[in-house]
């Protein structure tokens, strides 16, 4: 059997939009592994700001700010349903060790998605600890009885969530690459003469 390369780290997010917490991760994950990529999707549990087309907008900002050669955008790869992205991914990267980058907040939750049985055994995912949300073994324990390969990233993400900057236009919370396009477009209650 052939040694997987890699490793790479793929990073799906709503970008509802993009957070300080979004920045962080990605270059966390970027210090820790060879490729990260990211994209844009619909998540079927969520109701979503904006549509998918303008938070891929904001991504892109987002990671062009960053300036890093081995994070990438990868909207293709973009699904509302994590197995049709893990048999993309696994087109392009055939030999590749694929890493599923998730929040410790959805740990509980991925067992339980479409398909969870047969994307979990072509993939490890990767825990990042989100503040306010410890991992808990026994969702591990659940990913791993499913065939799932879990690793505990080193990284400790803050509690920013984009359902603050939703709720409240929470302003304080949002990168200086993703402002403007908000402002300018009007998104999340911001935008006009607000301060």
């Given at each position: 059997?052939?040694?997987?390369?890699?490793?790479?780290?793929?990073?799906?997010?709503?970008?509802?939009?993009?957070?300080?917490?979004?920045k962080d991760?990605?270059?966390?994950?970027?210090?820790?592994?060879?490729?990260?990529?990211?994209?844009?999707?619909?998540?079927?549990?969520?109701?979503?700001?904006?549509?998918?087309?303008?938070?891929?907008?904001?991504?892109?900002?987002?990671?062009?700010?960053?300036?890093?050669?081995?994070?990438?955008?990868?909207?293709?790869?973009?699904?509302?349903?994590?197995?049709?992205?893990?048999?993309k991914a696994?087109?392009?990267?055939?030999?590749?060790?694929?890493?599923?980058?998730?929040?410790?907040?959805?740990?509980?939750?991925?067992?339980?998605?479409?398909?969870?049985?047969?994307?979990?055994?072509?993939?490890?995912?990767?825990?990042?600890?989100?503040?306010?949300?410890?991992?808990?073994?026994?969702?591990?324990?659940?990913?791993?009885?499913?065939?799932?390969?879990?690793?505990?990233?080193?990284?400790?993400?803050?509690?920013?969530?984009?359902?603050?900057?939703?709720?409240?236009?929470?302003?304080?919370?949002?990168?200086?690459?993703?402002?403007?396009?908000?402002?300018?477009?009007?998104?999340?209650?911001?935008?006009?003469?607000?301060?």
């Open positions: 059997m052939k040694t997987p390369k890699g490793p790479i780290a793929m990073l799906g997010t709503s970008a509802d939009p993009p957070t300080y917490g979004h991760l990605l270059e966390g994950l970027s210090k820790l592994f060879p490729k990260v990529v990211t994209w844009a999707s619909e998540n079927p549990l969520k109701k979503h700001g904006a549509p998918l087309e303008v938070r891929f907008q904001l991504l892109e900002a987002l990671v062009q700010s960053l300036s890093i050669p081995h994070v990438e955008l990868k909207q293709e790869l973009s699904s509302p349903w994590t197995i049709r992205t893990i048999e696994t087109e392009y990267w055939p030999d590749y060790e694929l890493v599923f980058v998730i929040g410790s907040d959805l740990t509980g939750q991925i067992t339980t998605w479409l398909k969870a049985e047969v994307f979990l055994q072509k993939i490890s995912v990767g825990i990042t600890e989100r503040e306010g949300w410890p991992v808990q073994q026994e969702q591990i324990k659940r990913i791993k009885a499913m065939g799932g390969k879990v690793a505990l990233l080193p990284l400790n993400i803050p509690g920013t969530a984009s359902s603050d900057v939703r709720k409240k236009s929470e302003r304080s919370q949002i990168p200086s690459s993703v402002l403007p396009i908000l402002l300018e477009q009007k998104l999340y209650g911001l935008g006009g003469n607000k301060k």
